[in-house]
């Protein structure tokens, strides 16, 4: 990797580097954005980050939109999931930024011994950093969070008031409710019969019940054998030594969000065909926490024929999300479901100003 300048900023909690030089990058629509790297320290690791900037100057700093990652072990693009977004937020005049999830591409520490405060501590100490960023404007700094970020921003915004929050398919019970709810789903979808399903969850209680308890690897990995004989194994919470300590730490820490924290300005979106999140029910019970805390600047919306991570598919299941993805690699403008795009940068003009 070539670096041809970096400054070295050092201020209290954290440590930040900029690389320059980075060329710019066009677009499929000939826009522009540009690249620079970005290191700052979270619970004592060195997490590597990239902002990314709109072409031109901004005379008071460009409004930055943090990316928060869903779980599992993410690299700062989402495996290039997020390129399409940053183009068209860029476009619209907005920064982003995003990292690598410790232990995941350049960044030092274990993503899977990370409970959901530490995660908060990460976008903590990556508001901290970048407003002090000379391209970006500290009173316009917002998040964009997805799946399991929906436990993250609302620790955030505890002790942080973002400009602005969207959160994408972002769930309001616990991440065990939201896996039985998950098994369903998907279990049914996928024709599973009554018994089956109700033998997935009855499963998944005895991972949660063993971790509770205390219970060793070795436990975990004989409650997997005893489920392989069946066909919606496949379906269930599964694998080595690093999932297992995962769900210690989520197991452990199992809490629904506390929404009454959200008083920024809100846009929440769900897809209609999640087959992990309940739309609906989630939906409103956004809708019912906002109005309890007077939060008056909120919009919510299902969008249809979206699935989980609002690709346009019409049955919510894996396989289609992924043909999706694949078939318009090169024309990401047709992998998401329509209006999805259009409804977070409409929304987010208000805020470019």
């Known amino acids: 990797m070539k670096i041809t300048a970096f400054t070295l900023l050092i201020s209290t909690g954290f440590i930040l580097v900029v690389t320059k030089g980075y ?4 677009t499929a629509s000939g826009s522009t954005y540009t690249e620079e790297e970005l ?3 979270s619970e004592n690791d060195s997490i590597y980050g990239k ?3 709109p072409g031109g100057n901004a005379e008071n700093g460009f409004p930055l939109i943090v990316f928060v990652h869903g779980s599992g072990p993410e690299d700062y693009s989402s495996s290039g999931n997020y390129n399409y977004l940053w183009e068209q937020f860029t476009k619209a005049g907005f920064a982003c930024f995003s990292w690598d999830r410790p232990g995941v591409g350049l960044s030092t520490g274990s993503w899977y011994k990370r409970s959901m405060a530490d995660r908060a501590d990460e976008v903590f100490r990556a508001i901290e950093a970048l407003g002090a960023h000379k391209d970006i404007d500290p009173a316009r700094i917002g998040l964009w969070g997805i799946s399991q970020a929906g436990w993250v921003i609302p620790i955030v915004a505890e002790q942080y008031h973002p400009a602005f929050v969207i959160c994408v398919s972002c769930p309001v ?5 939201q ?3 998950r098994l369903r ?3 049914a979808a996928e024709g599973y019969n009554h018994d089956d399903i109700e033998g997935a969850i009855a499963y998944t209680a005895s991972v949660r019940d063993l971790i509770l308890a205390g219970g060793s690897f070795e436990d975990f990995n004989s409650l997997q054998k005893e489920v392989d004989q069946y066909e919606w194994s496949s379906f269930v919470i599964s694998g080595g030594e690093v999932v297992f ?3 210690k730490v989520i197991f452990n820490n199992d809490h629904a969000p506390s929404l009454d924290s959200l008083s920024s300005p809100l846009l929440a979106i769900w897809g209609e065909n999640d087959l992990l999140v309940p739309p609906r029910a ?3 019970k956004y809708q019912k926490v906002m109005q309890a805390i007077n939060n008056q600047s909120v919009r919510i919306e299902i969008i249809n024929d979206a699935d989980h991570t609002l690709t346009y598919n019409n049955s919510g299941k894996r396989a289609e999300t992924n043909q999706r993805r694949e078939s318009f690699r090169e024309d990401p403008a047709k992998i998401f479901a329509p209006g999805y795009l259009d409804l977070m940068l409409n929304w987010l003009r208000e805020f470019s100003d």
């Open 23 to 26: 060329p710019q990058h066009k």
């Open 39 to 41: 290191i700052f320290i």
């Open 51 to 53: 902002l990314i900037l």
């Open 173 to 177: 019970t616990t991440a065990y409710e």
């Open 179 to 181: 896996e039985t709810y």
């Open 185 to 187: 789903s998907e279990l």
């Open 245 to 247: 300590n995962y769900l």
């Open 282 to 284: 989630s939906a409103e």
